[in-house]
């Protein structure tokens, strides 16, 4: 691949990771993270660290991969996941397509999945809208992030598709490393997890061969992440509610305030499954289609796969019940896990503004929650 084609996305080389994580040494922030995440060492044990790191692997191993796990001792009750030995029937790299839940911890648990099981990590696509701090920039791009741009018009978008996609393609088909990147462009904010018919057109762009070569060489591996209480919540049902009012505006830093409270939330159980790979027939048949309903059938293909493999916990079945006022689920839970439910959904409605309006916000809440009961409901119904 000729990296310098890319290197406007692309993450950082050996090299230029090398010397961006020896500059970010030098932040004011280092020392008191060092001591967080790495408690019984002293307080420059990460600025020397990040000082002596040459390649990505490196920082990968000697520092992320601790952080990840930290997250989950600290924020996690059991972290779980099943379906990895299907990776071993790809023939290659592959594109893990992925619900999206939160910005930084759906492809960090994936990362830390892969290392515990001494497997390569993937790239990660994530938007430019995290670059916003030049720190940032330069943690994230060390490790193995692509950069999607993002708020441009629609013909810098169609040419920057066009751009990631010949990426992604070039970085799987040369066997220089797997993808992840989500089912749609940022997280979902009602529990409901739908796959972004643009993001198949945008694969299919690069493509040189035919429409069932160009998406049989991505090697598609959809991934369903299932976390028992949902990452930021409120500051998710807070924004939906507002945005059916009037166009949401994000203020400064609230993507990287979302992040902290993603990380530090207490998230019960997590678990992640990786489905079955897209198989030649199924990209066949959507092949016999016409137009857009050809994106339709591959789309339909991994939206089932990621809400089977969506583990259902007992916050979910109440939340149901609770939106749809039955008890169509009530052998799920116990009276006790209602009221713990109850109070929980309390104490984070109290960090909503007080002049919104509490009926409208819970019902939102409930849906974050309740609508993965629903989605599994209308696939099992279809057969």
């Not at 943690?139 to 751009?163: T, W």
């Not at 945005?243 to 159980?269: A, F």
Request: hydrophobic share 35%; with cysteine.
């Amino acid at each position: 691949m000729d990296q310098n084609q890319f290197n406007d996305i692309a993450p950082f080389t050996d090299e230029e990771a090398a010397a961006a994580l020896s500059r970010l040494a030098n932040h004011p922030n280092v020392p008191w993270i060092s001591k967080y995440i790495f408690r019984d060492q002293p307080e420059t044990y990460l600025r020397d660290i990040l000082r002596e790191i040459h390649t990505v692997d490196e920082f990968q191993k000697q520092v992320m991969s601790f952080a990840i796990e930290w997250v989950i001792t600290h924020s996690v009750h059991n972290f779980s996941y099943d379906g990895l030995s299907k990776l071993e029937s790809i023939p290659g790299k592959y594109l893990a397509m992925s619900n999206h839940r939160d910005i930084i911890l759906d492809p960090a648990f994936l990362q830390i999945i892969l290392h515990r099981n001494n497997l390569p990590t993937t790239q990660i696509c994530v938007g430019d809208n995290l670059l916003s701090h030049k720190s940032v920039e330069l943690l994230i791009r060390s490790n193995r992030m692509i950069k999607v741009i993002r708020g441009i018009s629609a013909r810098e978008l169609y040419l920057s598709s066009q751009h990631l996609s010949e990426y992604i393609r070039q970085t799987i088909t040369s066997g220089d490393s797997s993808v992840w990147i989500a089912q749609r462009q940022g997280r979902t904010k009602d529990g409901m997890d739908v796959t972004e018919q643009g993001l198949l057109k945008m694969f299919d762009m690069s493509g040189t061969k035919d429409f069932v070569q160009n998406f049989l060489e991505l090697n598609i591996v959809p991934l369903s992440i299932s976390y028992e209480y949902e990452p930021c919540d409120i500051l998710k049902a807070r924004e939906v509610m507002i945005s059916r009012r009037q166009k949401y505006v994000k203020t400064e830093n609230e993507d990287l305030q979302s992040i902290m409270v993603g990380i530090r939330q207490p998230k019960g159980n997590v678990h992640l499954n990786f489905g079955d790979p897209l198989t030649e027939a199924e990209i066949r048949e959507a092949a016999e289609c016409d137009k857009n309903d050809r994106y339709q059938r591959i789309r339909h293909a991994i939206d089932r796969r990621i809400i089977q493999g969506y583990r259902l916990w007992k916050t979910n079945y109440l939340a149901y019940d609770l939106m749809n006022g039955t008890k169509k689920y009530a052998d799920r839970y116990s009276e006790d896990d209602e009221k713990a439910f109850k109070e929980y959904m309390q104490r984070q409605m109290a960090y909503a503004e007080p002049e919104l309006d509490r009926k409208e916000l819970s019902d939102i809440f409930l849906h974050i929650y309740g609508n993965p009961v629903a989605s599994k409901e209308a696939f099992e119904a279809e057969g």
